[in-house]
């Protein structure tokens, strides 16, 4: 599996984050310097959100006049917290990512999604016996997604890493995110990073849904006005209808669940990884999910 060293075609954007990583002495080095101001701060970044609620944002935004847009970052990133806490109580675990209360497993999704080739994608059976990394991001994330990426191509291409596992890409920007775009950011990682698309937005919030990821959320820019607003906010207008309103191009950033959802080959997912979630942490739980076998009864991941 080709590892950050040696992508190929690297774009302007993963040329930042490399030369981040070499400037800090490599991906975990990086990973661990978010993950001391994180802790000094004492938040926990699990969304990639609004720089003032994550210092480690996904989405660079500028200056915004909307300020509902705001507050729904905001509400968003707040739960995370919430719920990060929540899944990380419990003593004793044997994972050092975010373990998942048995009260509360999931299995992978019983999804079909569309890859980079333009075919359907069963998240289920076409990953049996693996491990899967289910990882929501989008092309025109400016910095955590590629950063996140880097450092599971990083962590997969050590020596010893387990062989059977599968890291699931899905964009949450369907709109823009072409299987030809998915495809060449990914590449920029890894070329065997399977590019997901959902069919839908609907098809987008069922997925979230059975992950039990939060859902995400476009943060327009855009002049506020009470159109805008209602397209921010959830209403029936979209890029296409305020497009033919004469503002051009609509452009926006994502909110979106920053995690990475760990399934064992069982089918089951036992563990989660926001960022900063350090190397080491991988390097210890990943071993463990691909030695659960696909026979394995949910509670052997416990």
Request: charged share 20%; proline share 7%; hydrophobic share 40%.
């Amino acid at each position: 599996m080709p590892g950050p060293s040696s992508a190929p075609k690297m774009g302007p954007q993963a040329a930042q984050i490399y030369s981040a990583v070499a400037r800090f002495g490599g991906v975990a080095q990086l990973v661990e310097r978010f993950g001391r101001i994180e802790e000094a701060r004492g938040s926990i970044p699990l969304t990639s959100t609004l720089r003032r609620l994550c210092v480690a944002t996904a989405c660079s935004l500028k200056p915004r006049r909307r300020r509902r847009s705001r507050t729904a970052a905001a509400v968003l990133a707040a739960a995370l917290v919430v719920a990060a806490c929540g899944s990380n109580s419990e003593a004793e675990s044997r994972y050092e990512g975010l373990a998942v209360p048995a009260s509360e497993l999931r299995q992978v999704p019983d999804m079909v999604l569309t890859d980079t080739d333009g075919n359907d994608f069963h998240l289920a059976s076409d990953t049996q016996g693996q491990v899967r990394l289910v990882y929501q991001m989008f092309t025109n994330c400016p910095d955590i997604c590629g950063v996140q990426l880097a450092q599971l191509a990083s962590v997969l291409n050590r020596p010893g890493a387990p062989a059977n596992v599968a890291v699931l890409a899905v964009t949450v920007d369907p709109d823009r995110d072409t299987p030809e775009a998915l495809r060449a950011y990914l590449n920029q990682f890894s070329e065997e990073f399977v590019g997901l698309i959902p069919d839908s937005e609907q098809q987008l919030t069922d997925l979230q849904n059975a992950l039990g990821a939060l859902a995400s959320i476009k943060v327009f820019e855009t002049t506020t006005t009470d159109a805008h607003q209602m397209a921010s906010e959830g209403g029936d207008m979209d890029d296409t209808d305020m497009s033919a309103m004469g503002h051009g191009d609509v452009n926006y950033d994502i909110a979106h669940d920053a995690r990475v959802f760990g399934y064992a080959p069982n089918g089951y997912g036992y563990a989660q990884y926001p960022h900063p979630t350090r190397q080491t942490q991988f390097d210890h739980d990943l071993p463990i999910l691909a030695g659960i076998t696909p026979e394995a009864p949910a509670e052997a991941g416990l």
